[in-house]
């Protein structure tokens, strides 16, 4: 049987519950380009990647423009982005200073430049676009503008200048040199600190740990941004470049396979959300500065068994290894790597957001009568957990807070619940009962998302909405009733449901209606599903505007189809697993074939695709038979669209 395509993987449950973090692709955009930025090769004329002091850094970049310029020529020193005014207001200085004595160039003075910056409002350690600096060239009759910048390396910093041409903005020189982070001079003019003395003791990051990244925070703190090392004992300094180091940042060491142990100076005040997420950590010591620990900061370490933590700590405590907020009130943090049962303390009320996230071991859990809340994730990929009791005080489950849990094998939802939240029981596998009670209105998106050994389930009639995607997978249905009251069902709910034969409907209903038992919306406007048991041809009514995700999903009996003017876009999934379509009419009114559309139509060998079309998505007639597909070159053709041996012509 052909496997439906599914929204994710469920072989990477961790990289879906990363991904439903908003800020994951940024940390992770950042991360990639702080790898690249430390592995440069230094540009211009400085050496490759050795570290140079800052005044010659700065004779480097002046020798570099007076070689790449004509003698004569005017040029204005613009600005030196850096986090502090000092810093480029030396920098510049020097630079003139070195281009004066050189006697090659003519170069602005200062008094003109700095009316020019007034007027302009900006600071000389500010950055400036290409744009205005061309604009504010021009008006000082220059030929060519210098601007530079300055960014951390951890040990040192890159120190970069560049020239542009006033006509075209155009990099006419550029000089990029790495300077040391713990030179007297550059820790003075950035943070105006006082240098060390020899009497003073060396300062801790002469032993920055190789890999350690970090980002200067106002020029008054320290944040732990990345750790690209591969040491199995890290230990954090409490300064460097004589400021205090006093937060470990989101995702920081997550994913850190060779990190075993790690120690965290008492200068640390938090932890930022998934700091140590999947870590080969074995043990961990959090000392009593720590104010703030993130969601999920030590979740999935499958080697951690215990948690430490200063005892004069005043925000959190650690019972038995396990990590409770100070009150006892929240548990925060079950380690991975424990096994066997555990019994929640009967002072705890919530059970916090990924408390037990990746808990493989865990094999039975008792919630006390106390909690009355389950936060997001909070048993998420607890795979070794087959049966769970929720309190009826519980009256509030977060999203997908049993994601993943394909042992599981049954659930009680108590009477005190409202709503079953997104992704609640999402990839829980071997589920093959789930009461759901009269007090429920709301069934999330992805709420039993391929949930395949579920193969009925009762929607009371107090439910109205059943959100997106909802049964999307769940292979094993067989059959549904749709009460009274449901007034919205949302797209692809039955996306993948093989086994699903048909489905009924209160004919009471306001919202929808089946007509030879095919779903629709109450106007007929949206075609919902089609009755996996329904065989020979279909005209979808005219009165269709549009299908659901998946509305003739593994129709498996359906041959041919005509699909009415009415329509202009053809759902994702739409006819997937069709394997005896063998003819299929388009309109021209259809401008969008969505992803995955006509995948697995194995019958197929000819389609006719109008000129109204604009878009095809990804694989959406992938494994046919087609041989030959005529399109306008104006469509967009998205990835593995055809098979590779499909011959493409084109009609304009």
Avoid at 21 to 33: D, E, M, P, Y
Wanted: one cysteine or more.
């Amino acid at each position: 049987m052909l496997q439906p395509f599914s929204r994710v993987n469920s072989d990477s449950l961790s990289v879906r519950i990363l991904l439903r973090c908003r800020k994951f692709h940024s940390v992770l955009a950042l991360g990639i380009c702080i790898v690249l930025l430390a592995s440069c090769v230094t540009a211009g004329n400085g050496e490759g990647g050795s570290i140079v002091t800052l005044d010659t850094a700065i004779r480097e970049a002046a020798s570099d423009i007076e070689n790449r310029l004509s003698s004569g020529e005017k040029i204005a020193l613009l600005s030196f982005s850096s986090p502090s005014e000092r810093f480029s207001e030396y920098v510049l200085e020097e630079l003139s200073v070195c281009l004066v004595n050189g006697s090659k160039l003519v170069v602005v003075d200062r008094k003109e430049l700095d009316l020019i910056r007034q007027e302009e409002r900006f600071q000389l350690s500010g950055e400036v676009s290409d744009e205005s600096a061309k604009a504010i060239g021009k008006k000082l009759g220059a030929q060519y503008i210098v601007t530079g910048s300055l960014s951390s390396l951890g040990k040192s910093y890159r120190f970069r200048v560049k020239t542009l041409t006033v006509e075209t903005a155009a990099v006419t020189a550029s000089a990029a040199l790495n300077i040391n982070a713990g030179e007297e001079k550059v820790i003075f003019l950035l943070a105006g600190t006082k240098p060390p003395t020899e009497k003073e003791p060396v300062r801790p990051e002469e032993h920055l740990p190789e890999g350690l990244l970090y980002e200067v925070i106002g020029w008054k703190s320290i944040t732990i941004t990345n750790y690209i090392g591969t040491a199995s004992n890290v230990s954090i300094p409490a300064l460097i470049g004589g400021l205090p180091v006093t937060v470990i940042g989101e995702h920081a060491f997550s994913y850190c396979e060779s990190l075993v142990n790690i120690t965290i100076p008492s200068s640390v005040t938090a932890i930022g959300d998934w700091a140590f997420f999947s870590a080969s950590l074995t043990s961990v010591t959090i000392p009593s500065s720590v104010a703030t620990i993130g969601e999920r900061a030590f979740a999935f370490c499958k080697r951690l068994t215990s948690i430490t933590i200063d005892p004069q700590n005043s925000a959190y405590m650690i019972v038995n290894g396990v990590l409770f907020d100070k009150a006892g009130k929240t548990i925060l943090c079950y380690p991975a790597g424990k096994t066997g049962a555990y019994t929640i303390p009967s002072s705890v009320t919530a059970i916090g957001n990924g408390a037990f996230f990746g808990c493989e071991g865990l094999t039975n859990i008792i919630i006390p009568w106390s909690v009355t809340a389950i936060g997001d994730g909070a048993l998420t990929h607890c795979t070794g957990l087959t049966s769970l009791i929720i309190p009826s005080s519980v009256t509030a489950i977060g999203d997908g807070a049993f994601f993943g849990c394909d042992s599981l094998t049954s659930i009680t939802i108590p009477s005190s619940v409202t709503a079953i939240n997104d992704d609640v029981f999402a990839f829980c596998k071997s589920l093959k009962s789930v009461t759901i009670p009269s007090s429920v209105t709301t069934i999330g998106d992805a709420a039993f998302l391929d949930c395949s050994s579920l193969t009925s389930i009762t929607i009371p009639s107090s439910v109205t909405a059943i959100g997106k995607e909802v049964f999307r997978q769940c292979r094993g249905l067989t059959s549904i009733t749709i009460p009274l009251s449901v007034t919205t069902i949302g797209d692809g709910v039955f996306y993948g449901c093989d086994s699903l034969m048909n489905i009924t409907l209160d004919p009471r209903n306001s919202a929808y209606m089946i007509v030879n038992g095919v779903l629709f919306d109450k106007a007929g406007k949206t075609l919902l599903f089609y009755p996996r048991s329904k065989a020979g041809a279909y005209t979808i009514p005219s009165s269709v505007t549009s299908m659901s995700a998946g509305a003739f999903y593994g129709c498996t009996s359906l041959t041919s189809v005509i699909i009415p003017s009415s329509v202009t876009a053809i759902s994702e999934g739409a006819f997937y697993g069709c394997t005896s379509l063998t003819s299929v009419t388009i309109p021209s009114s259809v401008t969008t074939i969505g992803d995955y559309a006509f995948c697995g139509c194995t019958s197929l060998t000819s389609v006719t695709i109008p000129s109204s079309v604009t878009t095809i998505g990804e694989g959406a007639f992938l494994n046919n038979n087609l041989t030959t597909v005529t399109l306008s070159r104006r469509t967009r053709v998205g990835e593995d669209a055809f098979d590779s041996g499909v011959r493409i012509q084109y009609r304009d």
